[in-house]
């Protein structure tokens, strides 16, 4: 009787724990233990944070397979065991140290037939996978347009075919862009019509010679400023189109920058979208940008990004909304912050924490004058970056600032479409998913930008972009200092050089202009002289 009674007991207090447990986990972390989840663009700057956010919410993540291509000479295997070792995985590697054996890296080639993938692999997915996440794309603005259509569009459809064979198959998630629709203003979470026949427009750039398709690029695309929105767009229309045999969902996020809190705060490792520039104000070699200083920066950090992304696969995995939803994952119309704001927080952080070598005390002028840019860019980028080069050449060293100044205006002229416009976005379908979650969900999984403070976001971004891009040690900060101290000196004795050269030329050539230099010259000799006198008097 005593065995049966503590029996009991144990199983009471058992099934007590578990429902304290339960209340107090994840909904979203539990869903993706024991699944199987497959990742394109995992090698990729936000496919490798949604990787790493998975792996360490979900220990008990089944496996995850990622589509892998051989790049520059590495074979796939060589490139997912570098992957592994990225600083973006410590955390994981401190919580779950054999987290890279639940990784499962599949050969494949997004542009090709069947996305390259072997038979086998085929079938190993299609018997496994629960939820798909689509991040790969050609995200360069100057993509021709043949190969991004190959792969944001071609590639998406024959994901999505794939797919629709997969046996267990839970929820799909197309990752697009908040500027896929970037030629409307105001953006509602809802998919467009395509400007063309998808078929057909592919049928034609297949044909077509290469030089031709360059040629008609800009009469194709219309209304979109690259091939890059423009082929997102079109994936996005094929995605829905398959909503009747998948359960798909699409994630849209805007500028998608370094990290706010996770894996670390200020995470980057590339030099798309504004990091690039930022790095360039840094280095003192930007000096001038073509911005709209009171248009809306919509940059969101890529953890706000990847965590919205889990929540969304979670959510249409369990939920089935019958309507396929449409996230815009935006800042702007939430806790908006202008470029001119950006300007001035990147500037006064790398005055406070300066990065090494600069070129030139970092300032900026940023103003959406045409004019007055070109002004800017011909006086602080063209003649230094000249004055340089003919220096290196001096000292017998060969000249590359101005090949540096030509691809800093090349990027600056593709991106000045985004930074002088604002767009708004209604984000309904992110806020109904945050009252769907849990408290504890929430915590876990955060896309409240609400909470997010820029000044400390944008503070982090630089030193995250020191730190983590430019492996700066921030021991070095005190000598970056020295350095900038030097240059100001170099800068204050160079004006004056030409202050003094002007000036002499000047009066060289004009009469008022000596009349105007002897009284100077005598007014302050006078002030010398009365100084002199009035300070021996009162010795
Ligand atoms: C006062 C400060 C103010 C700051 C504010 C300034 C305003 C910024 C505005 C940003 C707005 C962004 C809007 C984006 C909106 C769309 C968002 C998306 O949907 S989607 C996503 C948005 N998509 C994008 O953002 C893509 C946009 N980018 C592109 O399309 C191209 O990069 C390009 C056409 C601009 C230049 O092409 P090209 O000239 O051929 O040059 P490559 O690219 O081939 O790079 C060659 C090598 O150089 C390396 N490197 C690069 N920068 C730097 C640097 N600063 N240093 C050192 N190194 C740098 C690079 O890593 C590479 O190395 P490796 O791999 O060879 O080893
Ligand atoms: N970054 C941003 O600001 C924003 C990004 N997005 C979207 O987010 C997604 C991810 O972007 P992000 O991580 O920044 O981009 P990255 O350029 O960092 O990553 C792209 C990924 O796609 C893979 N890929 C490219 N071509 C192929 C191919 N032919 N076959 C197989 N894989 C391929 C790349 O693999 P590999 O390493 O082999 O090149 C890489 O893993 C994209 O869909 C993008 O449109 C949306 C809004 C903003």
Redo the contacts with the bound molecule.
């Keep these: 009787m005593q065995v049966v009674n503590n029996h009991k007991r144990y199983h009471l207090q058992e099934v007590r724990r578990r429902t304290e447990r339960e209340s107090t986990m994840s909904s979203i972390a539990a869903y993706y233990n024991r699944k199987t989840v497959l990742i394109t663009g995992a090698t990729g700057f936000m496919g490798k944070v949604l990787m790493e956010k998975l792996l360490r919410s979900s220990p008990n993540v089944e496996a995850v397979y990622i589509l892998v291509r051989p790049k520059a000479g590495q074979s796939m295997q060589e490139r997912v065991a570098n992957m592994v070792k990225s600083k973006v995985f410590d955390r994981v590697r401190e919580d779950c140290p054999h987290f890279q054996e639940k990784i499962k890296p599949i050969n494949a080639e997004l542009t090709q037939p069947n996305l390259a993938i072997s038979a086998k692999d085929s079938q190993e997915l299609l018997s496994r996978v629960n939820v798909v996440f689509h991040c790969a794309a050609t ?5 021709p347009l043949k190969h991004a259509l190959l792969l944001n569009v071609m590639g998406t459809q024959q994901l999505l075919l794939l797919s629709r064979q997969m046996q267990k198959l839970e929820a799909f998630i197309h990752v697009s ?3 896929a629709n970037c030629n409307r203003r105001n953006i509602d979470e809802v998919i467009y019509p395509p400007p063309v026949e998808i078929k057909k427009l592919c049928d034609l750039v297949e044909w077509l010679d290469e030089s031709i398709i360059q040629e008609i690029t800009p009469k194709l695309i219309g209304d979109w400023p690259n091939t ?2 423009y082929t ?1 767009a079109l994936a996005e229309y094929l995605v829905q189109q398959e909503k009747d045999h998948l359960n798909v969902a699409i994630i849209r ?4 920058g370094a990290s706010w809190h996770e894996p670390f705060p200020g995470w980057i490792d ?12 840094g ?1 003192g070699i ?1 000096q001038t ?1 073509k ?1 709209n200083n009171d248009a809306v ?1 919509d940059l969101i950090p890529v953890d706000v990004v990847i965590n919205l992304i889990l929540a969304a696969g979670w959510y249409t995995a369990v939920h089935r909304p019958k309507t396929m939803m449409v996230y815009n994952c935006t800042t702007g119309g939430i806790n908006p912050f202008c ?1 001119g704001d ?2 001035y927080h ?2 006064s952080t790398f005055k406070r924490n300066p990065l090494e070598q600069a070129f030139r005390i ?1 300032s ?1 002028q ?1 103003t959406s004058n045409h004019l007055i840019n070109q002004y800017w860019i011909t006086v602080s980028h063209k003649a230094p970056a000249m004055l340089y080069d003919f220096y290196l050449r001096l000292t017998g060293r060969k000249p590359r600032m101005m090949k540096i100044f030509n ?2 205006h ?2 600056m002229m ?2 000045e479409y ?2 002088t416009q604002s767009w708004e976005w209604s984000s309904e379908n992110m806020n109904m998913l945050m009252a769907q979650l849990s408290p504890e969900d929430r915590r876990l999984f955060n896309f409240d930008v609400r909470q997010l403070h820029w000044s400390e976001y944008i503070e982090n971004y630089c030193i995250g972009a020191k730190k983590y891009l430019l492996n700066e040690d921030m021991s070095g900060i005190p000598a970056a200092k020295q350095h900038l101290r030097k240059l100001r000196n170099i800068q204050y004795a160079f004006n004056t050089t030409l202050l003094v050269i002007i000036w002499r030329i000047f009066i060289a050539r004009s009469q008022m202009a000596r009349n105007i230099w002897y009284f100077v010259v005598s007014l302050c000799y006078k002030f010398l002289s009365y100084f002199r006198a009035s300070s021996t008097l009162r010795h």
């Design positions: 995200i360069r603005f100057d993509e862009t908040a500027y890059y929105t997102k996020p805007s500028i998608v590339n030099f798309n979208g504004p990091s690039g520039m930022i790095i360039a104000a280095k930007l940008v911005v920066a470029w950006i300007g990147v500037i970092p900026a940023m691809r800093l090349k990027s593709l991106l985004f930074t």
